[in-house]
């Protein structure tokens, strides 16, 4: 048996879970299905990983610059709590369910394809990092609930199996206003915020104008450059907030707040201020490489998939990461960024007023990390649906959303719940909730209340499907 998880447990961690391995491996079996020579085949599939990589290479490059605004924001408003990191809490888990976290991704992405295969879902989840979050999550609230190992790895296959067809699908009627077509969908398990922000965006956005049709002075005709308009909103935040900072917490703690993460510690004022203006233009690099990453992707994937479709699964469609629709909008992003943001501070005010002195509520504080990638996300649907006011509106909603779901989710997390950390997305916090009190019932009681639960959501997502992705609605 030990050969057995070692095996199962390598495919996880070196090759499902590594998005741009995922991507590549899926690239290539599409080529091969359309039975394209064997250099354009590896060539497909290389490009494909890069592609990947680049977004990587953004993606932490992003973190990296949002540490040390993180520290100054804490500094600055001398908030604590909790901070939703899903690389955190994955990895904390990892030490004690591993091999049942390795066997209940395997088999949920097994029973995933053949969901795709023979239901009206014809969606491939292909988001790797997220099937391994929603993965750990799974194994972590059945094994704190008290469930065999077997249940775990069957009941909590079964039910990620029908996240990753059932999500995308909720998602599509919006996702098909951002991208104009049916070729992809969303993979990625912020879905709630992305259909709250676009039914907001329906809701309020009545002849608002697009987010990329702003209307600029001559002067500041630079600014249609979404790669400067993005350098340069985060340098003004960045500066603004290290003046805060420095001003309330004085010269040595703020000067630590560089310490860590992309650097030594500030040695004066004028080192400080320069420190942080540096990190605002890393910042708009940062996402000018991911933006070409994703459209590396798309000019190899999208082709490769049509061997997919014709072949394992018909009519397939892949459902990619978050920042797959960043180029549809690039100034969404940015206001989808801020507006989520400052819906996870209101939330936090919230949380701190009434909900954790009423409930027992931790406080969620609000991580730039996610905010930006899954605000950003959400501002682009809000602004497929309602312009400027649907991209603000709709993304501070999706903030409310991930500040306030993962302290009801620490509910149900047991010693997880003492952490400081927890999964951050809202897909994960409405779910995660969601089947963590249904295990309350029992091992028996339990199993069937979860089960009912992953059956109205594959029902609802069919119904969404018929009723609504496939006539066209708009």
């Known amino acids: 048996m030990d050969w057995l998880v070692t095996t199962a447990t390598f495919l996880v961690n070196e090759i499902l879970s590594v998005p741009a391995y995922l991507i590549g491996l899926i690239t290539a079996a599409g080529l091969i299905a359309l039975k394209k020579p064997a250099g354009q085949i590896a060539g497909g599939a290389i490009k494909a990983t890069l592609g990947f990589l680049l977004i990587n290479a953004g993606a932490g490059s992003v973190v990296g610059s949002l540490e040390p ?56 989840f292909l988001t790797g990092h997220h099937m391994l979050f929603m993965a750990t999550l799974l194994t972590v609230v059945l094994a704190t609930a008290g469930l065999p190992a077997w249940a775990v790895v069957t009941v909590g296959g079964a039910l990620l199996a029908i996240l990753l067809v059932s999500m995308p699908a909720f998602a599509h009627p919006w996702t098909k206003r951002v991208t104009r077509s049916n070729s992809l969908a969303i993979g990625h398990f912020g879905t709630a915020g992305y259909v709250a922000a676009g039914a907001v965006g329906q809701l309020v956005g009545r002849r608002s104008r697009s987010t990329e049709d702003m209307k600029l002075p001559e002067g500041l005709r630079f600014l249609r450059d979404s790669m400067v308009a993005t350098a340069l909103s ?111 501070l209101c939330t936090l005010a919230l949380l701190a007023w009434v909900l954790e002195p009423a409930f027992g509520l931790a406080l969620v504080l609000p991580g730039l990390v996610p905010h930006f990638f ?97 006539p066209g609605w708009d």
């Not at 910042?283 to 798309?298: D, K, P, Q, W």
């Not at 602004?383 to 500040?403: H, K, M, Q, W, Y």
Request: with cysteine; glycine share 16%.
């Open 374 to 470: 899954t605000g950003g996300a959400a501002g682009v649907y809000g602004n497929a649906t309602g312009g400027r006011r649907g991209a603000a509106l709709g993304a501070f909603c999706n903030g409310v959303l991930i500040t306030l779901l993962p302290a009801v989710l620490l509910k149900v997390l047991g010693a997880f719940g003492e952490e400081n950390t927890t999964f951050g997305d809202a897909d994960f916090g409405w779910f995660g909730s969601l089947i963590g009190f249904a295990a309350k019932a029992g091992t028996a009681g339990g199993i069937v209340l979860m089960l009912l639960a992953g059956a109205a959501v594959l029902a609802g997502a069919i119904l969404v499907q018929k009723r609504v992705v496939e």
């Open 234 to 344: 985060m340098l003004l935040i960045y500066v603004t907030m290290a003046v805060v900072h420095l001003a309330k917490s004085g010269k040595r703690a703020a000067f630590e707040a560089f310490a860590t993460g992309n650097g030594a510690a500030a040695t004066d004022v004028g080192n400080y201020l320069m420190k942080a203006v540096m990190q605002g233009l890393q910042f708009g690099i940062s996402v000018a490489v991911i933006l070409f990453g994703v459209r590396t992707i798309l000019a190899e994937l999208v082709p490769a998939f049509q061997g997919i479709a014709q072949k394992a699964v018909p009519g397939a469609v892949p459902a990619l990461d978050a920042p797959i629709v960043f180029p549809y909008a690039q100034n969404a992003v940015l206001v989808g960024f801020l507006a989520s943001f400052t819906g996870g």
């Open 69 to 124: 605004l993180g520290r100054m924001i804490q500094g600055a408003t001398g908030a604590h709590g909790v901070i939703p990191t899903n690389e955190a809490i994955v990895g904390i888990a990892q030490a004690q369910f591993g091999a049942r976290v390795a066997w209940l991704m395997i088999v949920g992405f097994g029973l995933g394809l053949l969901l795709a295969r023979f239901t009206p879902l014809r969606y491939v």
